[in-house]
């Protein structure tokens, strides 16, 4: 479906969804923002040109497609169901959204939620005749200003599916079909959990291998051109860690909630997944002591203080 099909309504203007509408500007879709925050709106606004909505009802109204971008699964819900007495699902069901166009209401759920969640929202919002797709991402702020980020689509509704691919396509450039609905939020969260294991084990061998007497650069060098070297390894590590620079633009309180979204789908599933367990509490542990707001690569700083005491 051509851009000039749909007009996106963007709820969550922050460090990731910022640039992610951005760029469905960029591909010449009208696109409307929102944020609970009205400066984070104003910004947008001042940056792309673009009108933002005063309310959810109002977005609801004007939209043909609503993308969410928010910090929990919890949140989503929240908003789509509840706020403004569920303004935005009961516009998109009602007609608002997707009024006199073929399709009906549709809502791209691109934050990291919990897969089960997703799956009572998908039919507590198809009992208002609104579709929903989720397609959380990976690649951090930097693929996300420039629309190369790695999305994972998890639908029931291949035709819900199908219409959400080109708006999903002008932020990433790989999309993965995961599976039915909560598939896409299942796969970031388990792609998480094994990226704050790596991260945790590079981060280990440094300190371990600091402690010996190794130069942390000698040993990097060496992990990235033999079997222990990851994306962990070759980009966080080397270009945040060694430097101090700690800017990689993903909150620590993110990643320990991606953990934790693994963790509870291996323990809803019954799987035994010890190793999980472990980084749940160990990324929960490094949250809560610098914050979530801290940059994750920031946790070395605390595992470098306990390692030896």
Same mark, same amino acid.
């Given at each position: 479906?051509?851009?000039?099909?749909?007009?996106?309504?963007?709820?969550?203007?922050?460090?990731?969804?910022?640039?992610?509408?951005?760029?469905?500007?960029?591909?010449?879709?009208?696109?409307?923002?929102?944020?609970?925050?009205?400066?984070?709106?104003?910004?947008?606004?001042?940056?792309?040109?673009?009108?933002?909505?005063?309310?959810?009802?109002?977005?609801?109204?004007?939209?043909?497609?609503?993308?969410?971008?928010?910090?929990?699964?919890?949140?989503?819900?929240?908003?789509?169901?509840?706020?403004?007495?569920?303004?935005?699902?009961?516009?998109?069901?009602?007609?608002?959204?997707?009024?006199?166009?073929?399709?009906?209401?549709?809502?791209?759920?691109?934050?990291?939620?919990?897969?089960?969640?997703?799956?009572?929202?998908?039919?507590?919002?198809?009992?208002?005749?609104?579709?929903?797709?989720?397609?959380?991402?990976?690649?951090?702020?930097?693929?996300? *200003? =420039?629309?190369? #980020?790695?999305?994972?689509?998890? /639908?029931?509704? $291949? &035709? +819900?599916? %199908?219409?959400?691919? !080109?708006?999903?396509?002008?932020?990433?450039?790989?999309?993965?079909?995961?599976?039915?609905?909560?598939?896409?939020?299942?796969?970031?969260?388990?792609?998480?959990?094994?990226?704050?294991?790596?991260?945790?084990?590079?981060?280990?061998?440094?300190?371990?291998?600091?402690?010996?007497?190794?130069?942390?650069?000698?040993?990097?060098?060496?992990?990235?051109?033999?079997?222990?070297?990851?994306?962990?390894?070759?980009?966080?590590?080397?270009?945040?860690?060694?430097?101090?620079?700690?800017?990689?633009?993903?909150?620590?309180?993110?990643?320990?909630?991606?953990?934790?979204?693994?963790?509870?789908?291996?323990?809803?599933?019954? *799987? =035994?997944?010890? #190793?999980?367990?472990?980084?749940? /509490?160990?990324? $929960? &542990? +490094?949250? %809560?002591?610098?914050? !979530?707001?801290?940059?994750?690569?920031?946790?070395?700083?605390?595992?470098?203080?306990?390692?030896?005491?």
């Amino acid at each position: 479906m051509p851009p000039s099909r749909e007009t996106v309504g963007f709820i969550g203007l922050g460090n990731m969804g910022r640039p992610m509408a951005a760029n469905l500007v960029r591909a010449g879709f009208e696109t409307i923002g929102y944020d609970a925050n009205p400066r984070a709106a104003e910004a947008f606004a001042a940056a792309t040109g673009c009108r933002t909505a005063p309310t959810l009802a109002a977005l609801a109204e004007a939209a043909t497609v609503a993308v969410t971008m928010l910090p929990t699964g919890a949140i989503v819900r929240r908003v789509l169901l509840e706020e403004e007495g569920g303004a935005l699902a009961n516009g998109l069901g009602a007609g608002g959204l997707g009024a006199g166009r073929s399709g009906g209401g549709l809502v791209v759920d691109m934050s990291s939620s919990e897969p089960m969640g997703t799956r009572a929202l998908g039919a507590a919002l198809a009992g208002r005749g609104v579709a929903l797709v989720d397609a959380p991402v990976s690649g951090g702020v930097p693929k996300a *200003a =420039d629309g190369t #980020l790695a999305i994972m689509v998890g /639908a029931d509704d $291949g &035709a +819900a599916a %199908e219409r959400a691919e !080109p708006v999903l396509r002008a932020m990433g450039d790989r999309l993965f079909r995961a599976g039915r609905l909560g598939a896409g939020h299942a796969a970031k969260a388990l792609n998480n959990y094994a990226a704050s294991a790596a991260f945790t084990a590079a981060a280990e061998a440094l300190i371990v291998g600091e402690a010996f007497g190794l130069e942390r650069e000698t040993l990097l060098t060496i992990i990235n051109n033999s079997t222990g070297r990851s994306f962990n390894s070759e980009a966080p590590m080397k270009q945040e860690v060694l430097p101090r620079t700690f800017a990689t633009g993903f909150k620590l309180g993110l990643m320990a909630k991606d953990v934790a979204i693994a963790v509870d789908l291996a323990d809803a599933l019954g *799987a =035994d997944a010890p #190793l999980s367990r472990d980084m749940k /509490a160990r990324w $929960g &542990a +490094a949250s %809560e002591a610098l914050g !979530p707001d801290a940059d994750f690569t920031r946790a070395v700083t605390l595992w470098e203080i306990k390692q030896f005491t």
